[in-house]
């Protein structure tokens, strides 16, 4: 934890230190919103029943960025946020939470994003790639047969995952003020390598279970107001 912390501020303290720089070369600020996880799960099978993904696990994101022009049109930096993935898996014929497995995973995580300005830099549209890492900070866990919500076995999460994120932004008539939306997706699966036969009895741990989802987000980049 402290370990995450520690390279939380050290974000900040990036942030701060450049923003004396040039304002029309780089922007920096803030973004909040919503996050849909929706992990690439499929049918899976506990204590020999059938389980689906359920679709719906809505909660709040959002983060820091910071980005410099590297070249005409083009830009690069690094987002640092939260926001919280997971899934939650209901018997086939049963909407009751009590025989549902959920697992919520509240993550840091950092994207290194690269964007390309179509519009330039005062048209306001940019579409971005990069990778993005996360760390979990704290989980939670509720099995079949119960609707309580416990921490599960450290063992049982994994504890980093890598993957790739895409979208775009739109800066609202030169305002500072955005929206965006983004679509992330880690190639690695939730479950820790030592998950098999720690989680649920019969769950199917040793399967990857991806996770993937998308983020909608205002923002707003300070940037501006260095600007005359």
Same mark, same amino acid.
């Given at each position: 934890?402290?370990?995450?912390?520690?390279?939380?501020?050290?974000?900040?303290?990036?942030?701060?230190?450049?923003? #004396?720089?040039?304002?029309?070369?780089?922007?920096?600020?803030?973004?909040?919103?919503?996050?849909?996880?929706?992990?690439?799960?499929?049918?899976?099978?506990?204590?020999?029943? #059938?389980? #689906?993904?359920? $679709?719906?696990?809505? =909660?709040?994101?959002?983060?820091?960025?910071?980005?410099?022009?590297?070249?005409?049109? @083009?830009?690069?930096?690094? #987002?640092?946020? %939260?926001?919280?993935?997971?899934?939650?898996?209901?018997?086939?014929?049963?909407?009751?939470?009590?025989?549902?497995? *959920?697992?919520?995973?509240?993550?840091?995580?950092?994207?290194?994003?690269?964007? /390309?300005?179509?519009?330039?830099?005062?048209?306001?549209? !940019?579409? /971005?790639?990069?990778?993005?890492?996360?760390?979990?900070? @704290?989980?939670?866990?509720?099995?079949?047969?119960?609707?309580? *919500?416990?921490?599960?076995?450290?063992?049982?999460? +994994?504890?980093?995952?890598?993957?790739?994120?895409?979208? +775009?932004? %739109?800066?609202?008539?030169?305002?500072? =003020?955005?929206?965006?939306?983004? &679509?992330? $997706? =880690? $190639?690695?699966?939730? $479950?820790?390598?030592?998950?098999?036969?720690?989680?649920?009895?019969?769950?199917?741990?040793?399967?990857? &279970? =991806?996770?993937?989802?998308?983020?909608?987000?205002?923002? %707003?980049? /300070?940037?501006?107001?260095? !600007?005359?």
């Amino acid at each position: 934890m402290k370990k995450k912390l520690l390279a939380l501020g050290s974000a900040l303290m990036l942030l701060t230190s450049t923003a #004396k720089a040039d304002a029309g070369d780089m922007s920096y600020g803030l973004q909040a919103g919503g996050s849909l996880a929706f992990p690439a799960v499929g049918e899976t099978t506990i204590g020999g029943a #059938k389980h #689906k993904e359920s $679709f719906l696990n809505l =909660f709040v994101a959002g983060g820091l960025f910071f980005k410099y022009e590297v070249i005409d049109m @083009m830009t690069a930096g690094i #987002k640092i946020g %939260y926001n919280r993935i997971g899934l939650n898996l209901e018997k086939e014929g049963s909407t009751e939470a009590k025989d549902a497995y *959920s697992l919520r995973i509240h993550t840091l995580n950092a994207a290194i994003p690269v964007a /390309f300005l179509p519009m330039g830099r005062e048209g306001g549209l !940019e579409i /971005f790639l990069g990778p993005k890492v996360y760390f979990p900070l @704290m989980s939670s866990e509720s099995k079949p047969g119960s609707t309580d *919500s416990k921490n599960p076995e450290d063992s049982v999460v +994994t504890g980093f995952n890598i993957g790739a994120t895409v979208g +775009t932004r %739109y800066e609202i008539l030169e305002s500072g =003020f955005s929206v965006g939306a983004n &679509y992330d $997706f =880690f $190639f690695g699966s939730m $479950f820790g390598k030592e998950a098999k036969n720690k989680s649920i009895d019969g769950l199917e741990a040793d399967k990857t &279970y =991806f996770s993937q989802g998308v983020e909608l987000t205002l923002g %707003y980049d /300070f940037s501006r107001l260095m !600007e005359e």
